[in-house]
């Protein structure tokens, strides 16, 4: 079945130790997304790929960045993870900007 | 502000009984409606979807929904709940005033007892 597969599942790291997340698609979309989504509130957007061109939502920490080096796979660095950091971080992929987005698992991120 | 409300935080109903939730949102100009759900333990999955057309909408699992421009809202709709319908359900927005932000309402979490 075509998806959005996203690993690890679960992620424990350090205060301040960069951590990358994972994501990669089977569907051949052209959009990738990441999302952060702390408990008990909606998913919130960081920022999205429209093919190679990153588009950085204005509120998105510094401390965010991504890379995609093809169509199928996406990452998420956090370059310095702080205990404000810890939350689901959802990948999630479209055909163009304006359909359905399809959602991976995603990956719970613990900060010690 | 732009921005989706879903009214209930979080409701509870027996098995059979009917489920209203509500979503509302304050975009202007062309907008795409979306509910997903989120079962416990498993990812965001599209439930339905308005993009133009009929302003009522059939989903999945006997899931409907009604786009009311006069209200901005987009309510969601199931005659009958089972247990299995006990999940996270989100309402959310695009728009091209939004940009590509895919807008989430804080979700209305769902029991439903046998």
């Known amino acids: 079945d075509a998806m959005v597969i996203q690993n690890p599942r679960y992620q424990v790291t350090q205060f301040g130790k960069p951590v990358t997340l994972s994501c990669s698609q089977t569907l051949n979309h052209n959009v990738m997304y990441w999302y952060q989504q702390k408990s008990s509130q909606a998913p919130k957007l960081l920022f999205h790929?429209?093919?190679?061109?990153?588009?950085n939502e204005a509120d998105t920490p510094d401390n965010f960045q991504s890379r995609r080096p093809n169509t199928s796979f996406c990452f998420l660095d956090i370059r310095s993870p702080g205990l404000g950091d810890a939350a689901m971080y959802l990948c999630?992929?479209?055909?163009?900007?304006?359909?359905?987005?399809?959602f991976g698992p995603g990956t719970r991120l613990t900060v010690l | 502000a732009q921005s989706v409300s879903q009214h209930n935080h979080h409701v509870i109903l027996s098995e059979a009984a009917s489920l209203e939730l509500g979503c509302n949102y304050s975009y202007g100009g062309t907008v795409n409606l979306f509910w997903y759900v989120q079962y416990p333990g498993q990812h965001l999955q599209l439930l339905l979807k308005?993009?133009?057309?009929?302003?009522l909408v059939k989903g999945i699992k006997g899931f409907e929904a009604e786009f009311i421009k006069s209200k901005f809202s987009f309510n969601l709709r199931k005659p009958s709940v089972q247990w299995s319908d006990t999940a996270e359900y989100f309402c959310a927005v695009n728009s091209n005033q939004a940009g590509t932000a895919l807008i989430f309402g804080k979700g209305t979490t769902l029991s439903v007892s046998s």
């Open positions: 999630a992929t479209s055909r163009g900007t304006y359909n359905e987005q399809f």
């Open positions: 308005y993009f133009s057309g009929d302003p």
């Open positions: 790929y429209y093919d190679k061109d990153f588009n």
